[in-house]
């Protein structure tokens, strides 16, 4: 009797550890706002598109002036960033993006030797 007993026991709560616990921050169950999505992505693609006349051999020493000193940083700070503290507030915080930012503009402007006007 104590092993049928044992065995339903065992049975019941083996069963019930395996069963999918729901999670409520589960990343792919979470709703995100689609202007914010659309946000982001927009201002991935720009920034992406000045990365790639940064790199260009044919973009002029002022084209890079003008992305590295208003263009890069006003929609880094401006969409990018802010879309990016919605979509994923645990992953960043506002000081790590700056410091990213920091990070990325002191890169190309020591790369092309360009200073900025404050």
Do not use: H, W
């Not at 979470?30 to 044919?58: H, R």
């Not at 503290?85 to 000081?95: A, H």
């Amino acid at each position: 009797m104590k092993r049928i007993i044992l065995a339903s026991v065992f049975l019941a709560v083996s069963m019930a550890g395996c069963q999918k616990q729901p999670d409520s921050s589960d990343p792919a169950k979470v709703k995100y706002d689609p202007v914010t999505i659309k946000q982001f992505e927009e201002a991935d693609i720009k920034i992406g598109k000045f990365l790639d006349q940064l790199e260009s051999p044919n973009t002029s020493l002022e084209v890079r002036r003008q992305i590295l000193c208003v263009d890069y940083p006003n929609v880094y700070i401006q969409q990018y960033a802010p879309a990016l503290l919605k979509l994923s507030p645990n992953d960043y915080t506002r000081d790590k993006l700056d410091r990213d930012l920091a990070i990325a503009l002191d890169y190309y402007k020591d790369k092309f030797n360009i200073q900025c006007q404050k």
